[in-house]
């Protein structure tokens, strides 16, 4: 993925993580907010996510330690069911990942990055 594509995949992601956490099972693809949304800038990929970022994170401290050991989330394309609070695990590993992705091609290409790993 290019880095735009990335910014843009990360919320995404997080929207589809929102949808499951909200509903308990898969997301419908075609009904994401960014279907049809063309690509223009960074700063407009971060502004259209901030909603749904700030909605997912409300949630996710919404939740009771019962709701987060007991609850669980159905993954019906990936035959498995988690726990809210293993789901949500999943959500940050899977932004590590990206996160690492977009700082090694801020390496590449010489440009100075945060050091988000302190």
Known sequence: M???ELVRHVPECEYLYLYMLKNGDRFP?????????????????IEFAEPYHKELLDLVGSYTQEELSATKILWSSKGYARTIGDFILRVAYHESVHTGQILSYLRMLDVPRPDVWD
Request: charged share 20%; glycine share 0%.
């Open 29 to 45: 693809y075609d009904q994401s907010p960014w279907a049809a949304r063309p690509y223009a800038s960074i700063e407009a990929e």
């Open 2 to 4: 290019t880095c735009i």
